[in-house]
């Protein structure tokens, strides 16, 4: 990444940090907003296909792009659903970086092939890989395994960053091994982050007989490898966190002794344009109305929970709670 963007989005996250700490008007530095909720796939843990499948034309994604640079983020993650089921998707892009984004965009990458072109303005590239083919597909789906490494391949030799996002569930505790290996040889980074509940997003549950002390092993043993300088994206601290967490059946809950940068430093827009402090909250709390309303000064600042182990919302969190070492550690993910 080109040294005046990673100024500007220290900048961002900069001016993001003193207004949380300072409890003044919240200063999100990141936003995500989910262009789509269709998909081509049905993974087993996300409800996000069977919710309303109505999206933005693209002016009106505009006046919200607009909104959201005006209140000063700087970094906005386009995701879905699909993003590339969404025949506008490349004007979008090209819209955002106009405007001065930092855009990464969250494909599965199985219909990249048919566009690539899509990705030519984006700065970094998320996509989803969960194991190898066979565990790949038990969490996501008979064809969701096909073109992902070829697209992976074909990205990074354009000099895309790259992270996959790996999901655990009971059908690839093996697989971090292979996912890690396998990021070595492709040049990319891998973040692992738990299955999650309890919220519009999300569908299905933790296998009753996977017990939490194994759980917490995995995360322990992750935390090896990444001390070990292997290619893992999440956070030491995250990784510390998760290896702690007391309850994988509660993703998050209300603690009087903790605050929560949901809303303050990141929020998160659905496909109809309603605003909520995170992904994680949808269904939790009234959203803003970000084509009528505006976010610092509609929001209630009040968020449902305040402590999560949620993949992104926790590393996001830490920015803000450790926000040296967590910002040392993104940074390096990015770049």
């Known amino acids: 990444m080109a040294f005046a963007e990673n100024a500007q989005l ?9 207004s949380y700490w300072a409890q003044k008007r919240p200063r999100p530095f990141s936003a995500s907003f989910a262009v789509t909720n269709k998909c ?3 993974c087993h843990y996300c409800n996000t296909p069977f919710l309303d499948p109505n999206d933005l034309p693209l002016d009106e994604v505009g006046v919200i792009f607009g ?43 199985n219909l990249y092939s048919r566009r690539p072109e899509a990705f030519d303005q984006v700065d970094l ?28 391949v ?27 290996q396998q990021a070595e040889e492709l040049d990319f980074q891998i973040h692992f982050q738990p299955q999650c509940m309890d919220t519009d997003i999300v569908r299905g549950g933790i296998a009753e007989d996977l017990q939490d002390e194994e759980l917490r092993r995995f995360w322990a043993d992750l935390l090896v490898q990444k001390k070990r300088g292997r290619p893992i994206a999440s956070s030491v601290a995250y990784l510390e966190a998760q290896s702690r967490w007391r309850d994988f059946r509660v993703s998050a809950f ?14 998160y ?28 000064e509609d929001w209630s600042g009040k968020t449902p929970c305040s402590t999560c182990n949620v993949g992104p919302m926790l590393e996001f969190n830490l920015l803000y709670t450790k926000p040296l070492s967590a910002s040392l550690a993104a940074l390096s993910r990015i770049t």
Not at 254 to 267: H, I, N, Y
Request: hydrophobic share 40%; net charge positive; aromatic share 6%.
């Open 269 to 296: 827009v659905d496909p109809q344009g309603r605003a909520y402090p995170c992904a994680y909250t949808k269904g939790k709390c009234e959203p803003i109305d970000m084509l009528a309303g505006d976010w610092q």
């Open 10 to 18: 220290g900048v961002a996250y900069g001016l993001s940090l003193v």
């Open 125 to 152: 590239v998320m996509t989803s890989l969960d194991g190898d083919a066979d565990h790949h597909r038990a969490n996501r789906g008979e064809k969701s395994y096909d073109g992902v490494l070829e697209a992976i």
């Open 67 to 109: 909104k959201l640079r005006r209140m000063g983020v700087q970094r906005l993650g386009l995701l879905g659903g699909e993003p590339l089921v969404r025949r506008d998707l490349v004007d979008m892009i090209s819209m955002a970086k106009r405007m001065g984004f930092y855009v990464s965009v969250n494909s599965n990458l």
């Open 254 to 267: 209300e603690d009087p002794g903790v605050r929560c940068a949901a809303g303050r430093g990141f929020l």
């Open 154 to 180: 074909d990205l990074r030799s354009r000099g895309k960053p790259l992270m996959a996002i790996a999901v655990v569930t009971e059908n690839n505790l093996d697989q971090p091994e292979k996912l890690i």
């Open 40 to 42: 081509n796939l049905r």
